[in-house]
C-alpha cells in the first residue's frame, strides 16, 4: 500500500493511492502520522476502500505532493553504511552504525525546491532509504523485532553541507545537514509487504547526469540491524523517520562539482518513487 500527502505546504492530504487513483484518508484519519501509523494503517484503510468509504480525490495530479509523513519527532540518520562511500570520504567502513540527526524541519515535499545555504560552496547530494517507525522501539531484544516498529519505506535525499559538516563542525556532522528543506523526502510512503528491502536500486542524477548507482545490499548495516542498534540509545517515536545511509557517487567523494544554482537534482529508488529538486541561492529564497 501506498500512502501520500498531496497539497500546500502545511494543509497537505492524506491519500491512498490504488491502483492509480488517489483516494483521500480524512475520512480514516486527519494525516498521516504517528497517530494513525501506530494502529493498523494497513488493514484501517484496506476496510474503508472495500466499504467505499473514501472518495477519489479530484484533481490530485494537478496538486503538488508533500512529505508523506506529517512533520516527525525526529530525524535520526545513519553516516557511512556504504562501505564504498566511506572510501570515498577517506575513511574506513565504521564497525558500529555512525549516528547524527536533522531537525523536522529539514523533511520537505519530493519535488520541492532547495535552497543551498547562505555562504555554502559544498553543497551535496544523498539518495537514502529512508525507513518510518511505526510502533513506539526501545530496547529491542534482536533485529528481527525491528519488522514489527516498521510502517514503510520512503525515498530521501539527504542534502548536506560539507564545510559545515567538516571544517566547522566541532566535531558532529549534523551542522551541515540541519538547513531548512534538507530533506526532501517521498513521494509515497511504501508499506513493508510491497518492498524487499535489503535489494532496491537506488539511484541519483545531477543535471540528468548519473551520479550514483548501487542497491540496498550493498549496505554495512542492514534496516533491521539500524532500527535495534537505535532502540538502545534512544526511544523510535509512531512516525519518526530513519535515514540509512547514501552510497558511493556523492560531490564529497571528488569525482563530481558541488552544486550550483539552477542545478536539478533527481534521486529515485526502486518500487519506492522518484523526486526532482530544483537547487536555487540564498538570496533568491528571501
Not at 505546504?9 to 491512498?16: C, K, L, N, R
Not at 490504488?18 to 494502529?39: K, Q
Not at 548501487?214 to 530513519?242: C, K, N, R, W
Request: charged content about 25%.
Amino acid at each position: 500500500m501506498k500512502f501520500a500527502r498531496l497539497g500546500a505546504s502545511g494543509a497537505e492530504i492524506p491519500v491512498v493511492l490504488e491502483e492509480g487513483r488517489f483516494y483521500d484518508l480524512r475520512p480514516v484519519t486527519s494525516d498521516v502520522n504517528g497517530e494513525f501509523l501506530s494502529a493498523d494503517p494497513t488493514g484501517r484503510t484496506r476496510a474503508a476502500l472495500d466499504a467505499g468509504a473514501l472518495p477519489e480525490l479530484p484533481d490530485a495530479a494537478d496538486l503538488r505532493i508533500g512529505a508523506p509523513i506529517a512533520r516527525p519527532s525526529a530525524v535520526i540518520c545513519i553516516g557511512q553504511n556504504y562501505a564504498a562511500h566511506a572510501r570515498e570520504s577517506g575513511a574506513e567502513p565504521p564497525t558500529v552504525p555512525i549516528l547524527f540527526l536533522k531537525t523536522p524541519n529539514t523533511v520537505v515535499g519530493p519535488d520541492d525546491a532547495v535552497t543551498i545555504p547562505r555562504g555554502s560552496e559544498k553543497t551535496d547530494w544523498e539518495v537514502e532509504l529512508g525507513v518510518v517507525i511505526g510502533t513506539r522501539a526501545a530496547y529491542l531484544d534482536s533485529p528481527a523485532d525491528a519488522a514489527a516498529h516498521i510502517a514503510g519505506y520512503v525515498v530521501a535525499n539527504d542534502v548536506s553541507e560539507r564545510t559545515f559538516q567538516m571544517d566547522v563542525s566541532g566535531g558532529q556532522w549534523s551542522k551541515g545537514k540541519i538547513a531548512f528543506g534538507f530533506n526532501p523526502t517521498g513521494p509515497w510512503l511504501v508499506t513493508p509487504d510491497e518492498v524487499d528491502v535489503q535489494n532496491l536500486r537506488l539511484r541519483s542524477f545531477v543535471n540528468d547526469e548519473p551520479r550514483q548507482d548501487s542497491s540496498t545490499s550493498d549496505m554495512i548495516f542492514t534496516v533491521a540491524e539500524i532500527v535495534h542498534h537505535l532502540s538502545q540509545y534512544v526511544t523510535l517515536e509512531p512516525g519518526d523517520l530513519v535515514l540509512t545511509g547514501t552510497p558511493q557517487g556523492v560531490a564529497f567523494g571528488g569525482r563530481f562539482p558541488y552544486l550550483r544554482p539552477g542545478d536539478v537534482v533527481r534521486v529515485d529508488i526502486e518500487g519506492l518513487g522518484a523526486q526532482r529538486q530544483e537547487f536555487r541561492a540564498w538570496e533568491d529564497a528571501r
